[in-house]
């Protein structure tokens, strides 16, 4: 399922407020923000660990775009959509020990999990198939895009191999708020957590020029989002 996806999508409703949301998608909403806080409960608390970093990524990228020019109503409604990028990773097809490895995960592993975006945007399609009034709505639209691509790199070496500057500036944002905040993430693996400035430099190539976001990002883009950070 794919979508004629324009950055002014963002601005065509209000989340809160707008009727077809309301009736179609609000409940849901609830629902699985509860669902995916009780996820893994009883093996870790990965399900609330999932919502707070999901949280973080949503507002930071909203912020990212007021900062760069994008309106108020724009910036909430991404909000919204990206409360459920992860969505993908509760797919019942896992084993929620996939997200609570010891060590670094193996290579086959590393291919299992970066299949979580296409299962979170098929899990939205297969909820929203006969609701046609939200298939056709903006926000279906704008939360199927930056769930199915949030992982995507200029370079077309991300799980759906697009070239994410051939999208939107917001599905771009949505890339760099959560490789921001998943590197910013303590994995079992290291001793400690990297500082916001030892993120940046590594998302900026500045650490290793071949390091892991060599070719993710667009530059420009990615200077602005540093120096807001920097801001902060």
């Not at 056709?136 to 070239?163: C, M, S, W």
Request: hydrophobic share 35%; charged share 30%; with cysteine.
């Amino acid at each position: 399922m794919f979508f004629d996806l324009r950055d002014d999508l963002l601005d065509q409703y209000e989340y809160a407020t707008d009727p077809v949301l309301q009736k179609d998608l609000h409940a849901w909403d609830h629902m699985h923000i509860g669902a995916m806080i009780s996820y893994g409960r009883g093996f870790s608390n990965f399900g609330r660990q999932l919502m707070a970093h999901q949280n973080r990524v949503a507002r930071d990228g909203a912020n990212f775009l007021r900062y760069l020019g994008f309106s108020n109503r724009a910036a909430k409604n991404f909000r919204a959509a990206m409360m459920f990028h992860d969505i993908g990773k509760t797919h019942s097809s896992y084993n929620p020990s996939i997200w609570a490895l010891d060590e670094r995960p193996t290579a086959e592993q590393k291919i299992l999990q970066k299949k979580h975006a296409a299962l979170g945007a098929a899990m939205f399609e297969s909820f929203a198939e006969k609701k046609p009034d939200l298939i056709r709505h903006p926000h279906f639209k704008i939360r199927h895009a930056v769930t199915l691509y949030h992982h995507e790199r200029v370079d077309g070496e991300g799980p759906q191999e697009e070239n994410v500057t051939s999208l939107p500036l917001f599905v771009q944002v949505a890339c760099i708020a959560d490789s921001y905040d998943g590197d910013r993430i303590r994995r079992p693996h290291q001793e400690q957590r990297r500082t916001p400035r030892e993120a940046l430099d590594r998302m900026l190539g500045l650490e290793d020029p071949r390091g892991k976001y060599a070719g993710a990002f667009n530059r420009t883009l990615m200077t602005k989002y540093a120096r807001m950070k920097q801001a902060e």
